[in-house]
Each structure stands twice: as structure tokens, then as C-alpha cells.
């Protein structure tokens, strides 16, 4: 296989995302990819992560994590992007670090790479396919290579959102099939950008 290179970029308050981007990055992992997982700055106000016990003790456990650069962008040949639902919406903190990426859009750095993204919300019918449209928004305007998961799988049809892995976090912590579905998700991203990356390699002979 091409070696591929994989970006994991996310945001996560209280953690439920930051397992699923590591779940992910197993599956790409395995599937042979070099990954990368980085955490977007946190901007909320220290007052309201001081109020949640589970903000402060995640951001504790996370502060190793490296924060996206954009290097991570360009090294990339995947990008999978995971966000809390947001009323309906990616987290702030992750769209701000989005609305830094105009210089590398503007040079066409952003396109032709795989892109992917998966949520988490509080409640199933919460916004989770609305969250992952909202990201894809930018995928279309970086003219990236859109990969969903869909029902390529026979996980999809336990965890159910073709749009992207979704869990919901009122039932628990990510459960096995959840966590099933962030591995597949990544390595069908790997396979895909794999055989892009070949094709390219192939056309240019
Ligand atoms: C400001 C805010 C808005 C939220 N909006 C929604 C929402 O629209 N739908 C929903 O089901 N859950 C919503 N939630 C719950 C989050 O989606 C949930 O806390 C998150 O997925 C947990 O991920 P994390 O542990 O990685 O931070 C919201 C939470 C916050 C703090």
C-alpha cells in the first residue's frame, strides 16, 4: 500500500470524542497508516470549564496532546475531523481553528485530500447529521475527496449513521459498536486515499 499519513483533529470537552479519535486512529493504524491525533485550542471561559468537574479532569488528562498546527493539514493525505454536536453545529472551537485555514485553501493545500468526520451529541435525534453536513460544508469548499462511512460495513448497521460515527452520549460512554465504527471509518478513509494516492502515482508513470 501507499503510505498514507492521517490527521486526527478534534475537539473535545469532556472527553467522549477524544475516544472515539483514538479509536479511529487504531483503525488507521492497523490499516498502516502513520496518524496524528491533535486537539484544536480550547477558547471557552475558564469560569464554565471550572463549573464541569469532567472539562477540567479531561483537559488535565489531554494536555499532552499536541495541538493542530497547520502542518498537520498539509502532511495529511486523511483528515478526520471529530466535534461535539453543538446545538446542531461543530463545536466553536473547532470551526475557529477552521477559519484559520484561509492562506492554505488560498494555495489549494486543502484539496484533493480524503476528508471524514464523526460527532458525538446528548441525545440520538440531537443534531449529529446536521454536525457532520455543517463540517462537510467545508470539505466542499477545500475540494476535498468526501469519504462517509455509509453501510460499507456490518457495523454501520448496528451503529447506524452512514454520515459518520455518532455517539450518543446519554446512553453511556462509546460503546463497542461505536468505537467499532470510528476504526472502520478511518481505515476505509486509509483504503480510499490508498488507492487515490496509487491511481495519481499510477497517471503520472
Ligand atoms: C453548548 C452545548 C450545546 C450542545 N448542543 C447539543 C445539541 O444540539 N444536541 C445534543 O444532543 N447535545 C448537545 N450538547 C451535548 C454535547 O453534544 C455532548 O456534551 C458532547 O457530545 C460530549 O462530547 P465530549 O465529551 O467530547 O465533550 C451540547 C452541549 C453543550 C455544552
Redesign the pocket.
Same mark, same amino acid.
Given at each position: 500500500m501507499e503510505p498514507i499519513n492521517v490527521a486526527i483533529i478534534y475537539y @473535545? /470537552? !469532556? &472527553?467522549?470524542? +477524544?475516544t472515539l479519535a483514538d479509536a479511529a486512529a487504531e483503525g488507521a493504524e492497523k490499516a498502516g497508516a502513520t496518524v496524528r491525533v491533535v486537539k484544536v485550542a480550547e477558547t471557552a471561559p475558564q469560569t464554565a470549564i471550572d463549573a464541569n468537574p469532567a472539562w477540567i479532569a479531561?483537559l488535565a488528562a489531554t494536555a499532552d496532546t499536541p495541538h493542530v498546527t497547520h502542518d498537520d493539514l498539509t502532511w495529511a493525505d486523511v483528515i478526520l475531523f471529530g466535534s461535539?454536536? +453543538?446545538? &446542531?453545529n461543530p463545536a466553536s472551537q473547532l470551526r475557529a481553528f477552521i477559519e484559520t485555514t484561509g492562506p492554505l485553501w488560498f494555495q489549494g493545500l486543502l484539496a484533493d485530500k480524503v476528508y471524514s468526520a464523526f460527532? /458525538? @451529541?446528548? !441525545?440520538a435525534h &440531537?443534531?449529529q447529521e446536521s454536525t457532520i453536513l455543517a463540517l462537510a460544508n467545508t470539505f466542499y469548499h477545500w475540494g476535498g475527496v468526501i469519504v462517509p462511512p455509509g453501510y460499507t460495513d456490518p457495523v454501520q448497521f448496528k451503529s447506524g449513521n452512514p454520515y459518520g460515527t455518532s455517539h450518543v452520549?446519554g446512553e453511556g460512554a462509546p460503546s463497542d459498536v461505536a468505537l467499532d465504527a470510528a476504526r472502520h471509518q478511518a481505515r476505509r478513509c486509509v483504503a480510499i486515499a490508498a488507492a487515490l494516492k496509487a491511481g495519481r502515482a499510477a497517471l503520472s508513470a
Open positions: @473535545s /470537552a !469532556t &472527553g467522549t470524542i +477524544r479531561h461535539p454536536t +453543538r446545538f &446542531g460527532t /458525538a @451529541s446528548n !441525545t &440531537g443534531g452520549v
